[in-house]
């Protein structure tokens, strides 16, 4: 059964950093397309970072230069590094990952799908 348990979200200025982590359990983690999108109050869910098998990588223009995502193989865990916070960044973050082959960024294309963790960022 294949889960995936984000955590580090939380309550920051504008300005500041937060680093969330994704732990991925019963998958083959270094052979999937794993991605972190976000959904703030009332608007629908986007891509703003992905990985695929390949060491290939994809930034949403919104989070470009300030998000940096990592993914370490041994640990089945993925990272998103945010820093210069702003306040359009708050809302819900989620990772997903999907076994298909090649670098995915919309929502339909992931298979599996975390909680979910909170950020709110204060102006």
């Known amino acids: 059964q294949v889960q995936l348990v984000e955590s580090g979200g939380g309550s920051v200025e504008s300005g500041g950093s937060l680093r969330l982590s994704c732990a991925a359990s019963g998958l083959t983690y270094s052979r999937y397309c794993l991605g972190w999108f976000r959904q703030a109050p009332g608007q629908e869910r986007e891509g703003i970072a992905a990985?695929?098998?390949?060491?290939?990588?994809y930034y949403a223009d919104s989070v470009k230069g300030r998000f940096t995502m990592s993914r370490d193989n041994a640990k089945n865990t993925l990272y998103l590094q945010m820093n210069s916070l702003k306040a359009e960044d708050t809302g819900m973050y989620y990772c997903?990952?999907?076994?298909?082959?090649?670098?995915?960024?919309?929502?339909?294309?992931?298979?599996?799908w975390g909680q979910g963790t909170q950020v709110t960022v204060s102006s």
């Open positions: 990985v695929d098998d390949d060491g290939r990588t």
């Open positions: 997903a990952a999907d076994p298909a082959g090649g670098l995915r960024i919309l929502q339909y294309e992931y298979r599996y």
